[in-house]
């Protein structure tokens, strides 16, 4: 039987009281104290505040309208009614900013972290991401993860002088690794956040370092695992990889639902009028079983990983070596020069950088990852098709009427 639990009673009446008296959250991010590279531009107004000029400059880059063909989980499957990454990213921005709404947090901030964190992410999900850190580890020595790839799009490809606090959030989001409770760490500074990101690049531990520097990036990081527990597991019984729920209900229940629901009431009870995010300890202990539980039910699925394997790793390889070819050789005729290179300089997205080196003078790998990155699953497929018409590698698809 379904379970949704509530706010206590004595809570619900503080909020209503301080609703009435107007009472603001003195630990929510002021928008006059945003933090931007180039200070002179992007004045805050009336009809733009200072962040949702950062949710509309996310959303108006290119590469957000490719998440609407990147994977979520399920790579295999052509059906309309599981997630892509698209959905993914308005559910984290739904939930979170319910969450922030109570708490009395700024919206539109939490609303630009949650849009903006994973715009870096790989074709093919998790595993896309594993195999190209692999792929550039091997070539560079550095690591590639979607977080810190997400904020290269936007600070250093696209440059449109997005905030240091929507920056922030968005490089801590790290949904795979969950905390009991959360406290901003405070930073303030660019030069503190590069020595973050440069850390990710060549540590591989220090992204489990990361911690927002604002509340609305943490209340934006927990979201983000809410949003998949339970949507992955809907999404896994749609297509018939698990026949009915299997999972163990605790605290939290086991449908999504349950799961957005009991997790929100928990996190506002613990959290309301406090500096930092907090849930009770059976609550983190069953997001953590419920974590497990998807790991052993869902991501690691043999006849799925197979595939990562034995398919989308290989033609991650083959492409990569020869688009850094392409890439060695300067050939302005190469599909890698045509379709990234040249759509770079069209779109005119490191101009007045503070990138020290033009993009086109960087190194030559990193091009590569990034155009690799920013592929759809479509396109990858597609690219490795026209590059290697006798490749050996191929994608089959679970079909519309195969279920």
Same mark, same amino acid.
């Given at each position: ?47 733009? /505040? ?32 599981? #997630? ?8 984290? #921005? ?55 790839? #997400? ?119 613990? #959290? ?41 790793? /290989? ?89």
């Amino acid at each position: 039987m379904a379970q949704y639990h509530s706010l206590s009673k004595e809570l619900q009446e503080r909020i209503l009281e301080d609703r009435e008296k107007h009472k603001k959250n003195p630990y929510a991010f002021p928008d006059e104290k945003i933090v931007r590279r180039r200070m002179d531009h992007d004045k805050a107004n009336l009809w733009r /505040p200072a962040f949702v000029r950062d949710v509309e400059k996310i959303m108006h880059v290119p590469y957000y309208n490719r998440y609407s063909d990147k994977t979520q989980v399920f790579s295999f499957y052509q059906n309309d009614d599981i #997630s892509r990454r698209a959905l993914h990213v308005q559910l984290v #921005s739904r939930i979170a900013r319910n969450i922030g709404s109570v708490l009395g947090l700024n919206e539109s901030l939490i609303e630009a972290i949650s849009l903006g964190h994973d715009i870096g992410h790989t074709p093919f999900g998790h595993a896309g991401e594993r195999i190209l850190s692999s792929l550039y580890q091997e070539h560079t020595g550095r690591y590639f993860n979607h977080n810190v790839h #997400s904020v290269r799009v936007l600070d250093d490809m696209v440059n449109w002088n997005i905030s240091l606090q929507t920056l922030d959030g968005i490089l801590c989001h790290n949904g795979e690794l969950e905390l009991k409770e959360y406290r901003p760490c405070g930073m303030s500074t660019f030069v503190e956040y590069d020595k973050k990101v440069e850390a990710c690049y060549v540590d591989e531990n220090a992204i489990g370092e990361l911690i927002p520097c604002t509340l609305e990036g943490c209340v934006m990081r927990i979201c983000d695992i809410i949003a998949y527990l339970g949507k992955d597991r809907q999404d896994a019984m749609r297509l018939n990889l698990l026949k009915e729920s299997p999972f163990t209900a605790g605290a939290i229940g086991t449908s999504n639902g349950e799961i957005i629901n009991n997790f929100s009431v928990n996190i506002i009870e613990n #959290s309301y009028g406090k500096d930092y995010l907090k849930m009770d300890e059976e609550y983190f202990d069953a997001l953590r079983q419920a974590k497990k539980e998807n790991y052993e039910m869902i991501y690691n699925n043999k006849s799925l990983n197979d595939l990562y394997e034995n398919e989308i790793r /290989p033609m991650f390889g083959e492409l990569y070596e020869e688009l850094l070819r392409q890439a060695e050789s300067g050939d302005k005729s190469s599909v890698f020069y045509r379709h990234h290179m040249a759509y770079m300089e069209k779109n005119n997205f490191y101009v007045k950088s503070h990138v020290r080196k033009p993009y086109a003078e960087q190194e030559k790998n990193q091009l590569v990852v990034d155009y690799l990155a920013s592929m759809t699953d479509d396109y990858f497929i597609a690219l490795y098709h026209y590059l290697f018409p006798k490749g050996k590698h191929d994608v089959k698809f679970v079909g519309y009427f195969d279920l």
